[in-house]
């Protein structure tokens, strides 16, 4: 019996070369290709490589899509550590609101490596970057946020500051924050907002 001829011969296609080698150098160029997809794959499949986090901080400066922003955070959190961490505090300082919020989500996934840097962040010459500071707070699971929320209380000189660390411990004070917030009362008694403020949250703390 005869052989028979394929009825459609296989077409053969040239070999062409890739544009990225898919190793972490090619995935972190695709970190800047111009097609989103390309890129939040990329952002994705970086978490596995501990090398890239500095990458991975720098496409957050420049990444407009949401999507690929989200991968981008994402790979930062699971690969974790103090390189982390640094590639994430910048971006408290941005202008951008949503990229501002990631960090701070982001940062509170990563409880032990961001407490020893609490402190620092409190003493900022920058108001804005302790208001936020005192946001993380509100997110943070660690034992020292009621020391840090009280020590702002004690401490802190700009209103706006001092009105964060209100509205967080409204939500998660104990009885440690009674003393400081009268004491707070009395500092801040020509500003009916914050002695307000600082009502409700005494008598949310003493009505539990």
């Avoid at 390309?38 to 901080?57: I, N």
């Avoid at 959190?77 to 989500?105: F, H, K, M, Q, Y």
């Avoid at 702002?152 to 660390?165: F, H, S, Y």
């Amino acid at each position: 019996m005869g052989l028979k001829k394929a009825k459609d011969a296989a077409v053969l296609h040239p070999v062409t070369e890739r544009d990225y080698v898919r190793d972490t150098q090619g995935l972190m160029a695709q970190l800047q290709d111009a097609d989103s997809s390309v890129r939040r794959w990329a952002a994705r499949d970086l978490a596995q490589c501990p090398e890239a986090v500095t990458a991975l901080g720098a496409a957050l400066t420049r990444e407009i899509d949401g999507s690929v922003r989200e991968a981008l955070f994402t790979s930062l959190c699971t690969l974790g550590g103090a390189a982390a961490v640094d590639a994430l505090l910048p971006l408290l300082r941005s202008e951008d609101a949503n990229l501002r919020n990631g960090a701070i989500e982001s940062l509170a996934h990563l409880p032990d490596v961001v407490g020893s840097r609490i402190d620092q962040l409190l003493q900022d010459t920058d108001a804005d970057v302790r208001i936020f500071t005192v946001n993380l707070l509100g997110e943070l699971r660690h034992a020292r946020v009621g020391h840090w929320l009280q020590q702002v209380l004690q401490a802190e000189t700009a209103i706006n500051v001092v009105g964060a660390a209100i509205e967080v411990i409204t939500e998660v004070g104990t009885s440690m924050h009674l003393a400081p917030l009268a004491a707070a009362r009395s500092r801040f008694s020509d500003d009916p907002f914050t002695t307000f403020a600082i009502d409700i949250a005494r008598t949310r703390i003493e009505s539990t």
